[in-house]
């Protein structure tokens, strides 16, 4: 669905894209993260045919975004940060300006923006002023525009930003459902979100494509890999527990966390890359007679990997 080769965004000498590769299959929904000033909408206004790269190869749907950027705009839906609206039209007036200015007529039109506002929730306020919604509608109304010509790819820039979190978890929901049917690839700074919904990552930092991957496989990059770290809580001196957990052959650190007034101390013990060692741990614990209270897997969050991957 999209082939992007050593692509090069420059604005007036200032490069914003460093030469990225990446691609995006059908039916993948896929999270664009990266820190402010990354590139995220430069990328995802190239793909979109809002701009034109300064150098490199970036084909949607089989076609070059130069070359044929009407037969794209036909297969995509394009969901910009700050959704422009127009404020004095009723919502179902605007979605079906829209739908006219993309090509569709007569019967189709009814149908597809009774489809839309169907499909995001919106039809309670279809006679409402946009002026008058609020935000988490307003953004609906976004992704009914994006939707309204049942396009083979949806970009969506930062779709949840500025909303609670019920709106949130609702957008979310709507996007898990349209990616059964279309291609997604969306940014984002909420990055449980994007560990919820996206099948794919792609992380993106000062214009260069630091990985991609699934969210299972880029744990793998961090420390404790996909296996994570085993965080204890256990009554017993923290020098002792040290020195019985180091013991253990799989163990590869181990980190007292807290010591409490009464006795009990929390322990994160890292083991060897890939080991699980929550067994050896058990049977030590048994073996000393130690009381415990909480054990439990601290495995690396998309934002651990990010923070990783992104630092300077
Ligand atoms: N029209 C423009 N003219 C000049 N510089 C620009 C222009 N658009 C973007 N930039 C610069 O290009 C870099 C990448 O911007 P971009 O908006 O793509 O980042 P982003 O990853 O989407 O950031 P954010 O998370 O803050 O939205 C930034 O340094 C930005 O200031």
Redesign the pocket.
């Known amino acids: 669905m999209i082939k992007v080769e050593n692509l090069v ?1 420059t ?2 000498g ?1 490069t ?2 460093n030469g990225i590769s990446f691609e995006v299959k059908k039916g993948e929904i896929v999270g664009f993260l ?12 190239i793909l979109s045919c809002y701009l034109p790269p300064t150098s490199g190869k970036v084909e949607v749907a089989g076609y070059d975004v130069l070359q044929k950027p009407l037969e794209i705009k036909k297969r995509v839906g394009y969901m910009p ?1 700050n959704v422009p609206l127009y404020t004095d039209l009723r919502v179902i007036e605007y979605l079906k300006y829209r739908a006219k200015l993309k090509g569709i007529r007569g019967k189709e039109l009814t149908e597809r923006v009774q489809s839309v506002l169907k499909l995001c929730h919106i039809e309670e306020v279809a006679s409402s002023i946009i002026g008058n919604l609020s935000k988490g509608y307003r953004q609906r109304v976004g992704l009914a525009d994006a939707l309204i010509h049942d396009p083979d790819l949806l970009i969506l ?2 779709p949840t930003i500025g909303l609670d979190p019920n709106q949130i978890r609702s957008v979310r929901e709507l996007i898990r459902n349209l990616g059964q049917r279309h291609t997604i690839i969306l ?1 984002s ?1 909420i990055l449980s979100e994007v560990e919820a919904v996206c099948t794919r990552v792609l992380i ?1 930092n000062k ?1 260069k494509i630091e990985a991609a991957d699934t969210p299972e496989n880029l744990s793998k990059l961090v420390r404790g890999g996909s296996v994570g770290a085993l965080r204890l809580e256990i009554l017993c001196k923290p020098s002792i527990a040290k020195e019985e957990f180091e013991l253990i052959g799989d163990v590869d650190e181990v980190e007292i966390l807290e010591e409490y007034p009464d006795g009990w101390i929390v322990i994160q013990l890292w083991p060897k890359l890939g080991s699980d060692i929550r067994d050896k741990v058990y049977n030590v614990i048994q073996k000393k007679g130690w009381k415990l209270r909480e054990m439990s897997r601290v495995k690396a969050t998309l934002e651990d990997i990010f923070v990783e991957l992104t630092q300077d």
């Open positions: 965004k604005y007036s200032y914003a894209l990266g820190p402010n000033g990354a590139g995220k909408t430069t990328t995802m206004r940060e820039d930062e940014s700074h993106i214009g």
